[in-house]
């Protein structure tokens, strides 16, 4: 018997449910956050609102035609990253391993627990934890893998919890959409529609050969996430927290404006390792040695964030800051820390769907013919960073980074 307890947590409408934890007058109002001009985005909408057709990526222009009675708030990603780091605190003091997917979802590995407790009353009483210390409603999955548990915790929603019997998963998805499966993107679900193909239980009785030559190795994949079946463990949350670079000079130099040049370029290249890794990250630092080999480093917070545009004036204020000594320089460099999972959402509140629209073209272009393909204007001094293989996990590179998981 398969005696592994995998448990999905995700805090529901996060950024919503946030903003009513600020102010009490906004529960049950229909609420959107996210950009507040007509070109901005919706980042997150509450459940009040979906009735009229509203969803996060759309823009917010649409979202007020749609839900003209809506509160919309320009939503703040430092006050996010604090409340999540709270609950990814309880999480973590709780659970003997678990893993942070994004800013708002978590997967948490219980197994052996109910040998001396029982894991639906421990994950029960976890919740009741969160929600508690928080004061953040959040839903739960359970069952013997990953897969499974995140789809149950979607079948719970809102604010509620749900436990898959051993044995039951196939069932429990039979009479759901395929849209369901976390592999099932709009363009994946058109396809099968196209063939007649709703629910899952269509997918468990056809042969997995006919999912592979309709829709090639990710067939494979949805076939068998259909029929309940996921290996892919619960990964610790202590995984891959940094990357960085740095360039040492062939001749040392006091050229500030090939130095800055060569930091925007290295900043443009780390964040699109981000944010093909579907990664985010809360530190930035920079480093600088001198010629007579003294080297000095500066880091600041930040709140979670893979978009050039944002880094690059960050990291350029820290170089103003360091570089105190007007000496040559030998070396520079920057590190990201604090690197969670997370794609570009974000920074939603601060970006115009034409701004997330073309980091979407910038980084398919990248992926296809190399990460110097296309760069800012100020970057062009550093022609020498070289093609970076995605640093994380091994995994193979992420296409687009707001592809949903």
Wanted: charged fraction near 25%.
């Amino acid at each position: 018997m398969n005696d592994k307890h995998i448990m999905h947590l995700d805090l529901d409408t996060f950024y919503v449910s946030v903003e009513r934890k600020i102010d009490s007058r906004l529960k049950a109002r229909p609420l959107l956050v996210g950009g507040t001009s007509d070109r901005g985005v919706v980042a997150a909408c509450s459940y009040e609102t979906r009735g009229y057709g509203v969803h996060s990526g759309m823009s917010m222009k649409l979202a007020r035609q749609l839900c003209p009675e809506a509160v919309v708030i320009r939503g703040n990603a430092g006050t996010y990253s604090k409340h999540s780091d709270e609950v990814t605190e309880i999480i973590k003091e709780q659970t003997p391993l678990f893993e942070k997917s994004s800013i708002d979802e978590f997967y948490a590995d219980l197994t052996g627990m109910d040998r001396f407790y029982g894991c639906y009353k421990f994950a029960t009483e976890m919740r009741n934890k969160i929600i508690k210390e928080t004061g953040l409603p959040i839903s739960f999955g359970l069952s013997i893998n990953k897969v499974v548990s995140k789809i149950a915790t979607g079948e719970a929603k809102p604010n509620n919890q749900l436990l898959i019997d051993y044995g039951t998963e196939k069932s429990f998805l039979a009479p759901l959409s395929i849209k369901k499966i976390p592999q099932v993107g709009d363009k994946t679900y058109q396809t099968l529609r196209h063939l007649g193909i709703k629910k899952i239980h269509t997918v468990q009785e056809m042969p997995q050969e006919m999912m592979i030559n309709v829709l090639g190795k990710n067939g494979s994949l949805i076939w068998q996430r259909a029929q309940g079946v996921d290996n892919r463990p619960v990964v610790a949350f202590n995984e891959r927290k940094s990357i960085s670079t740095e360039r040492t000079f062939d001749k040392d130099t006091i050229d500030i404006k090939k130095l800055k040049s060569i930091l925007i370029a290295m900043t443009e290249n780390l964040a699109y390792q981000l944010r093909r890794g579907d990664k985010l990250t809360a530190c930035i630092n920079v480093k600088i040695r001198y010629s007579d080999f003294n080297t000095y480093s500066k880091q600041i917070r930040i709140p979670y964030c893979s978009a050039d545009h944002i880094l690059i004036p960050r990291i350029l204020e820290l170089f103003d800051k360091l570089f105190q000594r007007r000496l040559l320089i030998r070396l520079i460099g920057i590190r990201f820390s604090h690197i969670v999972s997370g794609n570009y959402q974000i920074n939603l509140f601060d970006d115009s769907e034409q701004a997330i629209n073309l980091y979407k073209a910038l980084d398919k272009i990248r992926e296809k013919y190399g990460d110097r393909t296309v760069v800012r204007a100020a970057g062009m001094e550093a022609r020498t960073i070289g093609r970076m293989h995605n640093p994380f996990n091994g995994l193979p590179p992420v296409v687009l980074a707001h592809r949903k998981q």
